[in-house]
């Protein structure tokens, strides 16, 4: 029979209750005051008499024992109780826009998306104008994106679109319900994670199938599965695919950057909002 971690823990609480009633003493006196003890002395045996001082220490003692006991028992009681197994991320998924299904993982108290966003148009509905010649690409002050090397059959399902910053900061982008993330919740995730010094190993996607060899100690124990997906230039050029991925966060024109050969997490600013790099969203609180 299959038993949850709450009924485990129930069990538990019960288990512990069961030895704790049954290590009390099933004739624990029902003594509170000397003149009582004198009075059931009396009734038990017809002798007035007083406890001898031998007698009143073993009386004591019997107390102090029990309660020691009770203590003990109703502490183990309590970590019983509170002992839970350390969850497994929570995996679920999101559809955009466009109908495209994205799988999403909970880190610490927030949902992400584990997939970068391929949505073509914003979550009303509008198309997000789709730009491969290099000088259309920083024309207009409009969302706009593109696939690496314009080339959407080999990098659209993998690493998704890379989008400017002025889709990035529409407030539309995401699902209904999600955001492109701040500063602030980049770096929340990222300190649970280690801090920037560390995290990238826990956020990059393992192996080389996609990033670059040696991809410095890429484990995804996050379930982040972050992928080398490049960045578009202001001028249009492309670059880096499988040596680095870049996330917009909301602020000053920053991505958050990824590397091939190291653990770290560092920050690229784009000089305008017409650089390209790539979204993940995260679920409003």
């Known amino acids: 029979m299959f038993l949850t971690p709450f009924t485990i823990m129930v069990l538990k609480c019960l288990s512990f209750s069961n030895i704790l009633f049954n290590i009390l ?10 003149d009582l003890c004198k009075k059931q ?35 183990l009681l309590i970590l019983a109780c509170c002992d839970k197994e350390e969850p497994e991320p929570e995996t679920t998924t999101v559809t955009d826009y466009d109908g495209n299904v ?14 970068n ?17 290099d000088w259309n690409w920083d024309f207009l002050d409009e969302p706009k994106r593109c696939y690496y090397n314009n080339n959407g059959l080999a990098n659209r399902d993998v690493y998704g679109h890379l989008y400017n910053y002025f889709a990035a900061k529409s ?8 955001h492109v993330p701040t500063k602030e919740e980049w770096g929340t995730l990222i300190g649970y994670l280690g801090g920037y010094s560390s995290a990238g190993g826990k ?32 001028d249009g050029s492309f670059e880096q695919i499988g040596y680095a991925g870049l996330w ?8 958050l950057r990824l590397s091939y050969n190291s653990i ?12 390209g790099a790539s979204v993940r969203c995260v679920k409003d609180p």
């Not at 949505?119 to 491969?132: A, R």
């Not at 407030?171 to 999600?178: F, Q, S, V």
């Not at 770290?264 to 650089?275: E, L, N, P, R």
Request: charged fraction near 15%.
């Open 203 to 234: 956020l990059k996607e393992s192996g080389t199938i996609h990033w670059i060899d040696p991809n410095t100690g890429a484990d995804n124990n996050s379930g982040f599965t972050a992928l080398p997906g490049g960045y578009r230039t202001s």
């Open 248 to 255: 917009w966060c909301i602020g000053n024109k920053e991505a």
């Open 102 to 115: 994205y799988n999403t993982v909970k880190i610490f108290n927030r949902t992400w998306m584990a997939e």
């Open 171 to 178: 407030g539309k982008l995401c699902p209904a319900g999600w």
């Open 41 to 75: 002395y009396f009734e038990k045996t017809g002798f007035l008499s007083t406890f001898t001082v031998t007698g009143q220490k073993h009386l004591m003692n019997k107390i102090i024992l029990t309660v020691f006991r009770l203590f003990i028992f109703t502490g």
């Open 117 to 133: 966003l391929r949505t073509s148009k914003l979550n009303n509905g509008t198309m997000i104008t789709l730009v491969s010649d």
């Open 264 to 275: 770290s997490v560092s920050s690229h600013w784009f000089q305008d909002s017409y650089g």
């Open 25 to 34: 003493p099933k004739s624990f006196p029902n003594i509170v005051s000397r």
